[in-house]
């Protein structure tokens, strides 16, 4: 099995400050730079995984950068290189401490709150006699969700709550409002053309110093997104089927056949290698579909000797 790389601990020149999150590692940079680290780390339900998956972080970073440049017509982002397949490059924003997830299917969450009786989700109200990956008739909704600090989980939260509480001004969320929208449809564009449906999707924005409202993080992976395939969903809904997904829903499904949900008491299944292997395969096959081209694996004989590397020699240009 590959190496993979789950912690890092590098000293880049001019560091100042780190931050570690459930997926990536963030250094700060006193040019006020960030080097964006994409781990092998698998988090579900808010709880990362004992063990890494190989090419995880180099298949988000590639695909989260991909898409990075082809909507940046739609809304500047913080990106400006990517030295290594592990990392991403770019200027410090401050980010809003909302997400904006955009959905058009009643699928994962959505479907789970709608299961259990609800029928408003952050404000939104939600007709009945839906079926789980139905189409939502006002397709799509924007159900935000309060970005959590520390790992814990992260809250549905509603456009009013949040203009209310002034978490984020009533200007600048009709500004993220309308970046949503416009990089969901551009998604749902790009995933036609490979035969697949943009199910939903999170972006997470942030300010620049001189105020400019950026995309950050991830965008369309198979992380912060889910895709169906197109091809047989309506036969699948009809006969009342499970839709065949590219998404990380299959661990979260594996992780709950298991019985474990991220609640208090419950013990995270042993993951053999044989498993680890499979999810890798996994990763790289919703890879392959999302891009549209095969993926190159990257040298895993070292990792963080080639990540530093890669950084290093960019930043000394």
């Given at each position: 099995?590959?190496?993979?790389?789950?912690t890092?601990?590098?000293?880049?020149?001019?560091?100042?400050?780190v931050?570690?999150?459930?997926?990536?590692?963030?250094?700060?940079?006193?040019?006020?730079l960030?080097?964006?680290?994409a781990?092998?780390?698998?988090?579900?339900?808010?709880?990362?995984?004992?063990?890494?998956?190989?090419?995880?972080?180099?298949?988000?970073n590639?695909?989260?950068?991909?898409?990075?440049?082809?909507?940046?017509?739609?809304?500047?982002?913080?990106?400006?290189?990517?030295?290594?397949?592990n990392?991403?490059?770019?200027?410090?924003?401050?980010?809003?401490?909302?997400?904006?997830?955009?959905?058009?299917?009643?699928?994962?969450?959505?479907?789970?709150?709608?299961?259990v009786?609800?029928?408003?989700?952050c404000?939104?109200?939600?007709?009945?006699g839906?079926?789980?990956?139905?189409?939502?008739?006002?397709?799509?909704?924007?159900?935000?969700?309060?970005?959590?600090?520390?790992?814990?989980?992260?809250e549905?939260?509603?456009?009013?709550?949040?203009?209310?509480?002034?978490?984020?001004?009533?200007?600048?969320?009709?500004?993220?409002?309308k970046y949503?929208?416009?990089?969901f449809?551009?998604g749902?564009?790009?995933?036609?053309?490979?035969?697949l449906?943009?199910?939903?999707?999170?972006?997470?924005?942030?300010?620049?110093?001189d105020?400019k409202?950026?995309?950050i993080d991830?965008?369309?992976?198979?992380?912060?997104?889910?895709?169906?395939?197109?091809?047989?969903?309506?036969?699948?809904?009809e006969k009342?089927?499970?839709?065949?997904?590219?998404?990380?829903?299959?661990?979260?499904?594996?992780?709950m056949?298991?019985?474990?949900?991220?609640?208090?008491?419950q013990?995270?299944?042993?993951?053999?290698?044989?498993?680890?292997?499979?999810?890798?395969?996994?990763?790289?096959?919703?890879?392959?579909?999302?891009?549209?081209?095969?993926?190159?694996?990257?040298?895993?004989?070292?990792?963080?000797k080639?990540?530093?590397?890669?950084?290093?020699?960019?930043?000394?240009k």
């Amino acid at each position: 099995m590959a190496n993979t790389i789950t912690t890092t601990n590098f000293k880049f020149p001019k560091q100042k400050s780190v931050y570690k999150g459930k997926v990536r590692d963030v250094y700060h940079l006193y040019n006020d730079l960030l080097v964006m680290i994409a781990t092998d780390r698998l988090s579900a339900f808010d709880v990362v995984m004992p063990k890494g998956i190989p090419y995880k972080g180099q298949i988000l970073n590639q695909i989260a950068t991909k898409f990075m440049r082809q909507t940046e017509d739609i809304v500047p982002n913080w990106l400006t290189a990517t030295p290594d397949p592990n990392v991403a490059i770019g200027h410090l924003c401050e980010p809003f401490k909302v997400e904006m997830v955009i959905r058009g299917y009643l699928a994962g969450h959505s479907a789970r709150e709608y299961k259990v009786g609800k029928r408003v989700l952050c404000g939104v109200p939600l007709p009945e006699g839906l079926r789980e990956n139905d189409i939502f008739p006002q397709h799509p909704i924007i159900t935000p969700a309060t970005k959590a600090d520390n790992g814990l989980h992260d809250e549905d939260i509603s456009k009013e709550e949040i203009i209310n509480k002034g978490i984020v001004t009533a200007e600048d969320y009709t500004l993220l409002e309308k970046y949503t929208y416009a990089l969901f449809a551009r998604g749902t564009e790009i995933a036609a053309k490979r035969g697949l449906i943009l199910v939903d999707t999170k972006y997470e924005f942030g300010k620049t110093k001189d105020g400019k409202i950026v995309l950050i993080d991830e965008i369309h992976t198979p992380d912060s997104s889910r895709y169906f395939y197109k091809e047989g969903y309506e036969e699948r809904q009809e006969k009342g089927e499970p839709q065949k997904q590219l998404s990380k829903e299959f661990v979260r499904q594996w992780l709950m056949s298991n019985g474990f949900q991220g609640k208090e008491g419950q013990k995270v299944p042993e993951m053999t290698d044989a498993y680890v292997e499979s999810v890798s395969e996994r990763y790289i096959e919703l890879y392959e579909n999302i891009m549209g081209e095969k993926f190159i694996k990257a040298d895993a004989s070292n990792i963080e000797k080639r990540i530093y590397e890669n950084v290093l020699s960019y930043l000394n240009k």
